[in-house]
């Protein structure tokens, strides 16, 4: 659906900023991929270069087959775009907002008003049809600039970090809107720094860092590439335990949690559960642990500062 | 042209923008009328004054006498006139009465003059008793288009007779003074026989007179019964009041800088959508920059059109002006027009050439106080000097006002109106041009 190859931007300046050298992205129909990176890695730049906002030095994009280019520009009608400023008119009601922004991008006059209801009601801004965005809460103005971008019910949407300083539960609604989108069959391209959701709903995960995308796969694909399938495994016991600990394992200076790592959870958690039955422990708790994105994006980015 | 379909919709976000930002709608409205209010009530009780640097004066000669040569002579000498005697295409054969009063009636020439026939046997006039009542020189003005003119120049002549030929004064009292008080001797007589050619011969050599005579201006009399009897000759197309004029004049300089002003002002609402991330949302829909230009500058020119409509309501009513009637009417709405397209023009220019707000409230300021000081919306540009006059030909407003003079003061027929209509139509045109231009730098990074 959406191919961007060898991507390269410098924007012009003394020194000259390198943002883009050489990224790569795809991004299947009825796709959810997640773009990660830190900040200034090129991100935001990646997704203005395919919303046709920024002129690429080097590389191509790819939309539904088409090369983009500025000859046929038409073809970024099937782009819905997200900015991650509150790209809003202040002054115009959100039923007002969605109006203009759904006449710009081509709506029918006559399904304008449908689709401004539909959109109200999608973002559970109904009841605040007929007020002024400048009197909106943070959340209220996110989920609106969401809306303004999907009007047109476009199959590709780029959202760059579309929820950036909201309270939980506009975030979860956000998340809520989101997978309806994907559900109606778009493919979404999401920019976020919330990589825990990020990790919770995108099928596939991208990191890009330095202009270059330094990893591509599933979550799981990236957990094995960096991490290995190791899970960690932790009892948690009724009593402290005695003697030396169970093979392979830690125990807490209380002596009340015994952990370890394990590549096979089903076999080694098993055959731990009857040592510690063995030497009379009771277990009270047992967890999993899986090796989180923030563990892997910091594996494959460092801990370095970009800003 | 798909950015076309979608103009109407740019034109209505800037319109109901506008109808909700309460300061704008001050600055457009409210602050204008406010400002023309005040200056009708400063000014209003005193329809002249001021000072001019040089006044163009069409003169026709219909005495031709020797006295009449010199007294022009002495006018040509005069630093703050220019007296044109001929058309330049024709200046061998001299202006008629009819042509320099056409030449008044158009503007060309401030006021014209006709020296009578007869004039040199009444030259110069030392009977202040108003007796012989008879004129020797018409001035023919606009008292409406410009009042002060046939005041001043009707000084400087008397200022022109007292320097330009003194012999003749001389010769004159002397026979003004015989006849009342008795012949001179004739020892006095020799003796002022004897002296009065080289009096002439000494002016003839150029050392007897001046025109920059310290105080010369203070030595002036009255304008109808001094040195020269003087009768001013209105040659004003209609019966326009004088009242009517000011006002006329006075809302057209306020309306067209405060134009300038919130025009400006609107399209700052560029640089906010900028900031705001709006503008870049915008320009990725099928809209376009051009589009979108094109579509803010129409929303603009409406709203400037209506705060020139707003201008003139209040004028004429509770000022009186007269606006209703067929050739005031369609003469408003074609410079209006053209001076509201002109001035979204000039806004936009402004905004695409700022990189913020803030920068864009200075530089505005600054440009439309000085556009507006030199191109006469603060001071009557016919009061100007020269050089300003022609620098002022550069604004943006000096044109709006000459259209806006032409359909009120001279109710000039309106095809007249053209060099003022395609002055502001290219002026338009070029602004629109150069706002594209610099707005390339938010199409693509």
Known sequence: MLRVTGAKKTYPGKPPAMALDGAELRLAAGEWLALLGPNGAGKTTLVRSIAGRVRLDGGEIELGGVRLDRANAEARGVLGIVPQDLALHPRLTAAENLRAFGALHGVPRRELGERARWALDWTGLTDRAGTRVDTFSGGMKRRLNIACGVLHRPTVVLLDEPTVGVDPQSRERIWIMLAELRAGGAALLLTTHQLDEAQRVADRIAIIDRGRTIADGTFDALVARTLGAERKISIALDAPLGGDPPSGCALDPARRTASRAVSDVGTELAALLAELARRGARVADVTIERPSLHAVFIALTGRELRE | ?445
């Open chain 2, 1 to 445: 042209m798909t950015w076309a379909k979608h103009l109407g919709t740019i034109v209505w976000i800037d319109l109901v923008t506008l109808s909700r930002d309460r300061v704008t709608l001050l600055l457009t409205f409210a602050l204008p009328i406010a400002f023309f209010s005040i200056f009708v009530g400063i000014f209003g009780s005193s329809l002249s004054g001021g000072g001019m640097s040089k006044v163009t004066v069409a003169l026709v000669d219909e005495d031709g006498s020797a006295s009449s040569a010199r007294f022009v002579q002495a006018l040509e000498r005069e630093a703050s006139l220019r007296i044109v005697r001929a058309p330049k295409d024709r200046l061998l054969t001299p202006f008629t009465r009819a042509e320099i009063a056409q030449l008044v009636k158009d503007g060309d020439a401030s006021v014209g003059v006709v020296i009578l026939a007869g004039f040199g046997a009444s030259f110069p006039n030392l009977d202040f008793s108003g007796a012989s009542a008879a004129p020797a020189v018409e001035i023919l003005a606009d008292s409406q288009a410009n009042p002060i003119a046939p005041q001043v120049v009707a000084g400087l002549m008397q200022k022109a007779a007292m320097m330009g030929a003194p012999d003749l004064m001389i010769e004159n009292g002397i026979g003004l003074f015989e006849k009342h008080s008795g012949a001179l001797t004739p020892e006095q007589r020799k003796r002022f026989d004897a002296w009065l050619p080289a009096l002439r011969e000494s002016l003839a050599n150029g050392s007897g007179s001046g025109s920059e005579a310290e105080g010369s201006t203070e030595a002036a009399s009255p304008a109808m019964s001094g040195l020269v009897a003087v009768r001013v000759v209105n040659v004003q197309r209609d019966h326009a009041s004088d009242w009517d004029a000011f006002v006329a004049f006075q809302v057209a300089q306020t309306a067209v800088m405060f134009l300038l002003f919130s025009l400006a002002g609107a399209a700052g609402s560029l640089l906010e959508e900028q900031e705001s991330g709006t503008l870049d949302r915008t320009l990725g829909s099928r809209v376009g920059m051009t589009g979108l230009l094109v579509g803010k500058w129409l929303g603009m020119a409406a709203v400037g059109l209506a705060q020139l409509a707003v201008m003139f309501l209040w004028a004429w009513r509770p000022f009186g002006l007269e606006l209703f009637t067929p050739h005031h009417l369609a003469g408003w709405a074609l410079v209006s027009v053209a001076t509201a397209a002109a001035g979204a023009g000039f806004g936009m220019v402004l905004a695409t050439a700022c990189r913020t707000r803030g920068q864009l409230s200075g530089v505005s300021t600054i440009v439309i106080l000085v556009m507006s000081a030199v191109g006469g919306s603060m001071f009557p540009r016919f009061l100007m000097s020269e050089g300003l006059q022609r620098i002022g030909l550069v604004t943006f407003n000096a044109w709006a006002l000459d259209g806006y003079r032409k359909v009120f003061y001279d109710h000039a027929p309106l095809w007249r109106l053209w060099p003022q209509l395609a002055v502001l139509s290219g002026l338009t045109v070029v602004f629109l041009v150069a706002a594209r231009f610099l707005a390339r730098r938010w199409e693509q990074a």
